[in-house]
């Protein structure tokens, strides 16, 4: 389940099977909704569901700042504010995502892995090219990314590792 979108730098790095722009980006609370669906009717066999969320990259589109909601607008300000205030709404929503999920009978032994492709430089490198977003250098703020692993009945245990892990070790 995701967001639908192509941006218009997908294109130009050749995204296969994309042809144009799609500006209507479902809200990561429209997916979990769609999820939370899938896994009611999905109780009694094994499951996987990949969810992949796009809504915080938003704030790059200037001709749309639609998807955060009021109550979430104006919680930071500043000039990462819009980025900011979207991390917390979808940090929000993927709190009621994992509460709701944790009731769904069948559900129990699911593990949530929340992870990111990516983190974002935020102007951190001022004076580097391109310094407030990512993909080309391999700073902290850009290649340092969460990996949180949870279970409903708390089964992993509780622990923070400072062991070094690559996103290759995700699947394993």
């Known amino acids: 389940l995701d967001s639908n979108i192509v ?4 294109l130009a790095d050749g995204a296969v099977g994309a042809t ?8 990561a609370a429209e997916i979990f909704t769609r999820s939370l669906d899938f896994a009611r ?3 009694r066999e094994p499951n996987f569901v990949f969810i992949d969320l796009m809504e915080v990259h938003e704030h790059y589109q200037s001709e749309h700042k639609t998807l955060i909601r009021e109550e979430y607008q104006q919680r930071f300000s500043g000039t990462d504010s819009a980025y900011d205030n979207s991390i917390r709404q979808l940090s929000a929503d993927l709190g009621a995502f994992i509460t709701t999920l944790s009731h769904v009978p069948g559900w129990e032994d699911c593990v949530v892995v929340i992870t990111s492709d990516h983190g974002e430089g935020l102007s951190d490198h001022p004076d580097t090219f391109d310094g407030a977003g990512h993909g080309r250098y391999l700073y902290n703020s850009q290649v340092a990314v969460p990996l949180i692993l949870w279970n409903p009945k708390g089964m992993l245990g509780a ?7 690559s996103l290759l070790d995700v699947a394993p």
């Open 7 to 10: 941006f218009q730098w997908m």
């Open 20 to 27: 144009a722009v799609d500006s209507a980006m479902l809200e």
């Open 41 to 43: 009717a999905h109780t």
């Open 159 to 165: 622990g923070v590792t400072n062991r070094a892990v």
